[in-house]
């Protein structure tokens, strides 16, 4: 299983784009790499997921460079409710997986 | 499209007693995962459910049992119960080879142990 390292926590201004990476050293060939948002006492939500390159939705965009050991996660004008833990993990597909999380990104944003 | 659903959403318990906590998957889905997750930390896995079968466990003792039933819904059970088992247990479904598997979140059970 692919260990993920990230920062502990960061602050960013309402309005202001941030980026959380992770570091993926060990990433196996078939690993995806997803991206989840948790508040306090709720499950975590999916917001991006990704191979290789750059994927894009409505939330936000995950850039991965050509050797897969890094990613990360732009989350673009953030407002307070943004604020929340945010998780990098790194599963492979095939038939059999099993998730693996670090503490994740505590992101506070600041009006 | 209706998500994953957990019940109950709270519970309290005494040391010694035994949990039964239940999970519904999102529609299409065909895996079920379970997480324990306490104040401050990550989730941690505790077992996975395909075809009615334990396929994957972490690291978690034979106290923590489950099931998954044809219709892919799943149960976690706990016996003798004790106060570190105070946790938010989370529910994830997934389907099997759908891209990058991802899992999807129930909004979780609060296990309180007294």
């Known amino acids: 299983l692919a260990k993920t390292t990230q920062p502990i926590s960061m602050d960013s201004y309402e309005g202001q784009e941030v980026n959380i990476t992770c570091s993926h050293n060990?990433?196996?060939?078939?690993?995806?790499i997803t991206w989840y948002q948790q508040f306090p006492s709720q499950g975590p939500r999916f917001i991006i997921q990704?191979?290789?390159t750059k994927v894009t939705n409505e939330v936000a965009s995950l850039f991965i460079p050509a050797d897969r050991k890094s990613s990360t996660l732009s989350l673009p004008r953030v407002s307070l409710s943004d604020t929340a833990v945010y998780y990098c993990l790194v599963a492979s597909s095939g038939g059999y997986q099993k998730v693996t999380f670090g503490i994740g990104t505590k992101l506070q944003v600041i009006p | 499209d209706a998500g994953v659903t957990q019940s109950p959403t709270h519970l309290i318990k005494t040391r010694g007693q035994q949990v039964t906590l239940r999970c519904s998957p999102k529609?299409?889905?065909?895996?079920v995962s379970w997480y324990q997750q306490a104040l401050g930390q990550g989730p941690q896995f505790i077992f996975q459910y395909y075809e009615e079968e334990e396929r994957q466990r972490g690291n978690f003792p034979d106290r923590f049992s489950g099931h998954q039933f044809p219709n892919y819904s799943s149960e976690l059970n706990v016996n003798a119960l004790l106060l570190g088992d105070s946790a938010l247990y989370l529910c994830?479904?997934?389907?099997?080879?759908?891209?990058?598997?991802?899992?999807?979140f129930g909004p979780g059970t609060r296990l309180l142990v007294l």
């Open positions: 529609s299409g889905h065909d895996t």
């Open positions: 060990n990433i196996a060939t078939n690993d995806y």
């Open positions: 990704g191979y290789k």
């Open positions: 994830a479904s997934s389907l099997v080879g759908g891209e990058g598997e991802t899992q999807y």
